[in-house]
T-cell receptor
């Protein structure tokens, strides 16, 4: 499998613009996670899906952020309007539920977002 | 409250030296414990995990970790560090049940001197 695929790898935009980040999870995985990583706050879980349904979005910072998963092979994270403080690396990860527990999350390479 | 503490923000070791990275957790249920590594500009990769059984777990790249319930710790070790081990290391904890969230530490940055 190709692993988790994210696009774009780098995004530079101006404040106020809409940003859309994309993720393709590993085929057969039924959980998908969106994380944000910054120096100040480390790795933060924004939202996660199970079978395309959002389960926990308590980490989404504010209404400017939204995430969708229209099918099992695609998810988007949208920021509208973007602000400089949104600059971070955004990771997507996927996993499948194990009967034994201890599901492993597989991470994509990340999207480095810079908002000017 | 659920939390993961990695007390060392940054560690420098010499190539060939032994390594131990500390991880302490606070979790109400039986914990599942993970160590991930992040190389510069890359995503996170699983090194090893514990969810039951033998408390000493072996991982990739020669790493191992020991779960000590009495100390709420899951320290990562490697007997001889290679220059390619320079990276950021993250400890995480999760649990059984329907909640698939992991609680993450802030990471330990490892530098390796030649």
């Amino acid at each position: 499998d190709a692993g988790v695929i994210q696009s774009p790898r780098h995004e530079v935009t101006e404040m106020g613009q809409e940003v859309t980040l994309r993720c393709k999870p590993i085929s057969g995985h039924d959980y998908l996670f969106w994380y944000r990583q910054t120096m100040m706050r480390g790795l933060e879980l924004l939202i996660y899906f199970n079978n395309n349904v959002p389960i926990d979005d308590s980490g989404m910072p504010e209404d400017r952020f939204s995430a969708k998963m229209p099918n099992a092979s695609f998810s988007t994270l949208k920021i509208q309007p973007s602000e400089p403080r949104d600059s971070a690396v955004y990771f997507c990860a996927s996993s499948t539920r194990l009967a034994t527990g201890g599901d492993t999350q597989y991470f994509g390479p990340g999207t480095r977002l810079t908002v000017l | 409250a659920q939390s993961v503490t990695q007390p060392d923000i940054h560690i420098t070791v010499s190539e060939g030296a032994s390594l131990e990275l500390r991880c302490n957790y606070s979790y109400g249920a039986t914990p599942y414990l993970f160590w991930y590594v992040q190389s510069p500009g890359q995503g996170l990769q699983l090194l090893l995990k514990y969810f039951s059984g033998d408390t000493l777990v072996q991982g990739i790249k020669g790493f191992e970790a020991e779960f000590k319930r009495s100390q709420s710790s899951f320290n990562l070790r490697k007997p001889s560090v290679h220059w390619s081990d320079a990276a950021e290391y993250f400890c995480a904890v999760g649990g059984p049940g329907n909640n698939r969230k992991l609680i993450w530490g802030l990471g330990t940055s490892l530098a390796v001197n030649p």
